[in-house]
């Protein structure tokens, strides 16, 4: 079992999210995807401006993954205001959870994404929600297998090239 530290990330730490977000997208998605959407992408989304802007977000929340004080993992939840979908004060959305591949299945994600379920409980939310690609399978397979369900569908804008992500959710017991 790796030994693996969380912990909050501060507008200190925006070059490592810059840093671990557009490396995991490239080793991720690339693959998958037109070099120069995935340029477009990683421009808009990884802007040092807009994480900055994120990371001052009070309804936002960034929590990296460290082993021996290296960044390989990292979460983004959004509460109310903050989300990219639904805006329902009773729900977390998880925005991100990006693990380097070496890392995968080594309960890295798992790891950031109880956290955001403990988030969620301490504050009495209803359910957590996240948007996945359609095309991710891993991703799919991880969140059926930890109880989501497709509650719908949206577009997620990957450069210039319009992608489907499914909307999955987890209903709390609180």
Same mark, same amino acid.
């Given at each position: 079992? =790796?030994?693996?530290?969380? @912990?909050?990330?501060?507008? *200190?730490?925006?070059?490592?999210?810059?840093?671990? *977000?557009?490396? &995991?997208? @490239?080793? &991720? !998605?690339?693959?998958?995807?037109?070099?120069?959407?995935?340029?477009?992408? =990683?421009?808009?989304? %990884?802007?040092?401006?807009? @994480?900055?802007?994120?990371?001052?977000?009070?309804?936002? #929340?960034?929590?990296?993954?460290?082993?021996?004080?290296? +960044?390989? *993992?990292?979460?983004?939840?959004?509460?109310?205001?903050?989300?990219?979908?639904?805006?329902?004060?009773?729900?977390?959305?998880? #925005?991100?959870?990006?693990?380097?591949?070496? %890392?995968?299945?080594?309960?890295?994600?798992?790891?950031? !994404?109880?956290?955001? !379920?403990?988030?969620?409980?301490?504050?009495?939310?209803?359910?957590?929600?996240?948007? +996945?690609?359609?095309?991710? /399978?891993?991703?799919?397979?991880?969140?059926?297998? /930890? *109880?989501? +369900?497709? %509650? $719908?569908? /949206? +577009? %997620?804008?990957?450069?210039? $090239?319009?992608?489907?992500?499914?909307?999955?959710? !987890? #209903?709390?017991?609180?």
């Amino acid at each position: 079992m =790796l030994n693996i530290q969380l @912990i909050k990330a501060t507008p *200190g730490d925006l070059e490592k999210i810059r840093k671990i *977000g557009i490396e &995991t997208i @490239i080793e &991720t !998605f690339a693959m998958s995807n037109d070099d120069k959407n995935t340029e477009k992408y =990683l421009n808009e989304s %990884f802007d040092p401006e807009k @994480i900055l802007k994120e990371l001052n977000d009070p309804d936002s #929340e960034f929590y990296l993954a460290l082993l021996d004080k290296k +960044v390989i *993992g990292y979460l983004k939840i959004n509460f109310g205001k903050a989300q990219t979908d639904v805006n329902d004060p009773n729900s977390l959305e998880i #925005e991100r959870i990006y693990v380097y591949k070496e %890392f995968q299945g080594k309960d890295i994600g798992k790891i950031l !994404f109880d956290k955001a !379920f403990e988030i969620a409980s301490a504050n009495n939310l209803k359910y957590i929600w996240l948007g +996945v690609w359609e095309n991710n /399978h891993r991703a799919l397979s991880f969140y059926k297998k /930890h *109880g989501f +369900v497709e %509650f $719908d569908k /949206h +577009v %997620f804008r990957y450069g210039n $090239d319009d992608q489907t992500d499914l909307l999955m959710k !987890f #209903e709390l017991t609180n």
